[in-house]
């Protein structure tokens, strides 16, 4: 049965609202309840011919226009608004809605364009359900042939209430409220997902690569995927297999891998991915073992071979011309993501990142001593050797500074683009020794691709490396600060263990949200997080590697609204876990439901956030990361809103009454501020289930409900006892109703109840 047919005067109804009162001589209707309220439909009733909105028409003291029927009097059978009878889903506080109209949040608006989620919504809209048609099949599983998902019609989102003010039960609700639920800190993860058919040593990537959702679009409501690399025996440098694997219904899926017999996977280098060609739907790109880059489509397919050949090490992805598609940018070499053409070569670096770095509005191609434009021009040469850079403002001037690793004698310098200095570049530092007191490995060189974030919580970034001989992070005020000693910039250093490659790389995130981010590394032998503030090791896990660039990153892989943690490991060589000799292989996902929100994407080494939006799409005309409030840091997830925002599920019961159909529907709706995955368990009992009610059945959720987005859960009761269908005993319902523990917090449990009586009255 379709629910718009059963009962369109009602679809309307936000579950927000409370109860209207009743007409005179509409005693059937029930008052309003502190508790919740309940709607019965008895048939095709509503705005018909004898209730149509625009018979009457008056103004109130205050001016307001309001429309509905005829005047309210004994015969009225929809709500007193005034002087007025105004059709039931027309009432709306002390107006009567036009015909066009709906309340929502009590004022009267135009419902938008259909939309099946808030994606499709304009900005500071939401889907509203209860205005389309319901579903069938669909929901975050995987697609299925022939599923069609619920539509509603956009709706503006409701303000937020100022601060102290809260909605009651039963009263006018016109502001959603504050709703965060502050995490314990917690540094106690459990392994969530473990890929263990191979052995990897890069960095892999999370991105969006398919619909999961069956909505026609792949955008961040999606499962994103975890692409990365393995290599057969002991060979990270050829023969590598590309992997794309997600997180279904709390399962590895692998969606598919390839193995190309030329131009093979170089399985020790870095990927990354986004969509390269304007085309809906995100690409991969890979280098190669002979030095060029591999672009594949999002099902594995191969796109191009780039004609550069020039070498390939960690390709980045960015729209450097501002036309739309974005390019592929290597070693020396600027790749037209489109057609894998060359559009500009320049001297080769060891890495380059991507930035405006001169103030120009256009990204910039940044490497350890050269800038160049994006059609290669010189920009600056700093006259410095060094191999990984990363970018932020280190003194809040609103310019970037250029902070430098040299691995070949494990120190650190930082410049910046300077037209009036010689090279058109001026440096700040030079010749940090990154190891600090404690040595340094055979040879003497170290030193990984630095992260920028605020380590010790006092707003300026600061830079973490990898150092070989352990890990470091400099205090980013004093490396600007003339006045301080270069050993003095020093923030802290604790021992590690990695002198094979002494390259490794790092990531940042602020798990529990208190304004310190803390840094996640992998060294030989474990996975570790360490506090931002002092370096003390707050996880230590067993995790060998035989070490490359790779890094451990962040991001939410199973849309539970809780950061994880991605890891590769392997076990071709002789390095042991000095816990318990054992070595790991294949790539673990570690998560904590204490953990806050985080993006659903981390798209290359280079990863910094207004680089990528959420869904795979590159800007035309990126945002300096710096300029963002929140960021200025690099290699570092965020909280995308709302740091400590919480669902919160509230219901509305409405009776399916008719000659044919007997049921109750649950209208639950999230006025919280963050979204609650599909699956949500819905009770429905005959009495109070606290006093003795009887349940009669259970249903869920079918899909996610983002803020303010509702779903009408249905169950039929054919055999309903006399005194339910009669009205004498009360329908409950209660939302997330006997379920397990789960990742997501309400910030108000105790509205998840929702009663009332349904009398029928059907006779027979």
């Known amino acids: 049965m379709s629910l718009a047919s059963a009962r369109p005067d009602l679809l309307f109804l936000l579950s927000a609202l409370a109860l209207l009162a009743a007409c005179p001589g509409d005693d059937t209707r029930p008052g309003a309840d502190t508790d919740t309220g309940i709607i019965t439909a008895s048939g095709p009733t509503g705005t018909d011919g004898s209730t149509s909105v625009g018979e009457t028409e008056a103004v109130d003291e205050t001016g307001t226009t309001t429309t509905g029927g005829p005047a309210c009097d004994d015969t009225c059978e929809g709500v007193c608004v005034g002087d007025v009878c105004c059709a039931a889903d027309k009432a709306c506080d002390a107006v009567c809605c036009a015909e066009q109209e709906v309340c929502s949040f009590q004022q009267c608006v ?213 036309d739309g598609t974005a390019e592929v940018i290597e070693l020396g070499g600027i790749i037209d993501g489109v057609t ?195 370096g003390a090791v707050v996880l230590q896990e067993c995790n060998t590697t035989g070490t490359l660039e790779e890094y451990p990153l962040v991001a939410d892989v199973d849309n539970d609204g809780h950061a994880d943690i991605v890891v590769i490991s392997n076990d071709y060589h002789g390095i042991l876990c000095p816990d318990d000799g054992s070595q790991q292989r294949g790539l673990r996902v570690f998560g904590d439901d204490q953990w806050v929100r985080t993006r659903r994407v981390w798209n290359q080494h280079a990863y910094h956030v207004t680089n990528v939006e959420e869904d795979g799409t590159i800007p035309t005309a990126e945002v300096a990361n710096w300029s963002v409030a929140g960021l200025n840091n690099f290699r570092q997830n965020v909280q995308p809103e709302g740091e400590f925002s919480a669902p919160d599920l509230v219901a509305t019961v409405i009776g399916i009454c008719s000659p044919d159909e007997f049921g109750a529907i649950a209208r639950v709706r999230n006025l919280g501020r963050a979204a609650v995955p599909q699956g949500v368990a819905v009770g429905f009992y005959e009495g109070d289930p606290s006093a003795g009610g009887v349940l009669l059945g259970t249903e869920l959720t079918t899909k996610i409900l983002y803020p303010a987005e509702a779903e009408d859960v249905t169950l039929l009761l054919p055999e309903a006892s006399e005194d339910l269908r009669l009205g004498n005993t009360e329908l409950w319902v209660v939302v997330d109703d006997g379920m397990p523990p789960h990742p997501w917090v309400e910030c108000r449990p105790d509205n998840n109840r929702a009663h009332g009586p349904i009398a029928c009255n059907v006779a027979g």
């Not at 009263?171 to 459990?190: H, K, N």
């Not at 990270?236 to 219904?249: F, P």
């Open 340 to 534: 894998g053409m060359t559009e500009a070569t320049y001297p080769t670096q060891f890495a380059v990142v991507t930035s405006d770095v001169d103030g120009d509005g256009r990204l910039e191609v940044v490497g350890p001593r050269y800038v160049f434009e994006a059609d290669g021009t010189p920009v600056a040469d700093v006259g410095l050797s060094g191999h990984h850079a990363a970018v932020a403002d280190f003194d809040g001037d609103g310019g970037a500074e250029i902070a430098v690793i040299n691995n070949g004698n494990h120190t650190l310098y930082l410049w910046r683009v300077n037209p009036g200095m010689p090279g058109g570049a001026e440096i700040i530092r030079q010749n940090i020794n990154i190891n600090g007191a404690l040595g340094e490995c055979s040879g003497g060189t170290g030193g990984g691709p630095p992260t920028i974030a605020d380590f010790n919580g006092d707003g300026t970034p600061d830079v973490g490396v990898a150092a070989g001989v352990g890990y470091a992070v400099f205090d980013g005020a004093a490396l600007m600060n003339p006045a301080v000693a270069d050993a003095d910039t020093l923030l802290w250093i604790t021992p590690a263990q990695d002198c094979s490659s002494r390259r490794t790389g790092s990531s940042v995130f602020d798990f529990d949200g208190n304004g310190s981010a803390e840094v996640v590394y992998g060294d030989e032998q474990y996975l570790r997080i360490y506090d931002g503030a002092t």
């Open 110 to 322: 135009v419902p938008g364009a259909e939309c099946v989620d808030a994606s499709e919504c304009p900005d500071g809209n939401y889907c509203e359900y209860s205005l389309g048609e319901p579903g069938q099949g669909g929901g975050m599983g995987m697609c299925q042939g022939g599923a069609s998902l619920a539509t509603g019609k956009c709706l503006p989102e409701p303000p937020e209430c100022p601060p102290g003010v809260e909605p009651t039960e039963g009263g006018e609700i016109d502001c959603l409220p504050q709703c965060e639920v502050i995490p314990q800190t917690s540094f106690a993860p459990v392994l969530k997902y473990h890929w263990d058919l191979g052995n990897s040593m890069m960095a892999p990537i999370v991105v969006q690569l398919d619909d999961d959702n069956c909505d026609m679009v792949v955008d961040e409501r999606d499962l994103p995927e975890i692409v990365f690399s393995t290599f057969a025996g002991s060979d990270y440098n050829n023969n590598g297999t590309l992997r794309a694997i997600s997180i279904v219904d709390g399962m590895i899926v692998e969606k598919w891998f390839v193995n190309p017999g030329t131009d093979q996977v170089h399985p020790g280098r870095s990927i990354a991915g986004g969509n390269i060609d304007g085309v809906a739907g995100n690409e991969i790109v890979t280098c190669t073992n002979t030095g060029r880059v591999r672009a594949f489509d999002a099902n594995g397919i191969e796109r191009w071979v780039s004609e550069y050949a020039g070498g390939c090490f960690m390709p980045s992805i960015a729209d450097l011309d501002q």
